[in-house]
């Protein structure tokens, strides 16, 4: 496969300049929002491998110091995020946008109407696998994200059978009333309650009049995080958005089309969060 056309960091900084100066300009005044599998972290084979690097870790403990606000906003479970990402001062939103532990806080906040949902997401993808004992077989498994179940496929025995077979699964979960959503080798089932990670970025900036704001990400979900972003641009709440993309070969070409700067991958991201915080 060939790798696809995009520019990165490295060579177009001072592209690129244009879009980071209002970051900069004055921190107190601008949130930095990040997504964590694929921007931070490195993708890895099963969910539970995947690791932030120290020098990221690192990188975040000073962006925490210096702006106004910087969040994770993860697929995963918002204490699961906050476990692996392990930097304090940060906002941790978990599952598309439905859970929040704040800042200095212990506590989750989450949708009441997600937490209704959840015993019957479990129950009928229990049911939706046990009628496909293949799916075992094929190397398919489950992330409980409590109301929402994920199911992934890197790593089989035969992805294209696997995703196959996931793709089943997934009308036979619309049939029932749910709702999917597919990412990076992935499907997730999730209750018919309207979330996204747009909402995320609504709910964390919504109530504040903001200089300048960045996201950073690498799939499709996170598309709805550029999209809250630039309603917030549209209705004043924020004066400058930026959308960066952490592209790497298997990108959808939808979302690096989307981004104000690409960047390589994760090493991509950190030599761009390096650029923020340089003095």
Request: glycine share 8%.
């Amino acid at each position: 496969m060939d790798r696809p056309e995009w520019d990165t960091w490295a060579v177009t900084v001072a592209r690129h300049a244009e879009f980071l100066a209002p970051l900069r300009a004055d921190p107190s005044r601008t949130a930095v929002l990040l997504d964590v599998d694929g921007t931070l972290a490195p993708i890895a084979e099963h969910a539970d491998e995947a690791t932030v690097p120290d020098p990221v870790r690192a990188l975040l403990v000073r962006l925490a110091d210096r702006f106004g606000m910087v969040a994770c906003i993860s697929g995963r479970r918002a204490v699961e995020a906050r476990r692996m990402v392990d930097v304090d001062g940060l906002h941790y939103v978990g599952n598309h946008g439905t859970e929040i532990v704040r800042r200095g806080r212990a506590d989750v906040e989450q949708l009441p109407e997600m937490a209704e949902w959840e015993p019957r997401v479990r129950a009928a993808t229990a049911e939706l696998l046990a009628a496909r004992p293949d799916a075992d077989a094929l190397g398919v498994w489950v992330e409980d994200k409590g109301p929402i179940q994920a199911l992934h496929w890197r790593g089989s025995v035969d992805e294209d059978a696997a995703e196959a077979l996931v793709a089943a699964i997934g009308r036979d979960a619309t049939d029932r009333g749910l709702t999917v959503h597919e990412g990076r080798k992935v499907l997730e089932l999730r209750p018919p309650v309207p979330f996204d990670k747009g909402v995320a970025v609504r709910w964390l900036l919504g109530r504040g009049a903001w200089d300048a704001a960045m996201y950073a990400g690498d799939d499709r979900t996170d598309l709805d995080a550029f999209a809250g972003l630039w309603d917030l641009r549209d209705a004043g709440t924020v004066s400058h958005v930026v959308c960066v993309v952490a592209a790497a070969d298997e990108s959808p070409a939808e979302v690096v089309d989307a981004g104000d700067v690409v960047v390589d991958g994760v090493d991509g991201v950190r030599t761009l969060l390096e650029e923020l915080v340089r003095p």
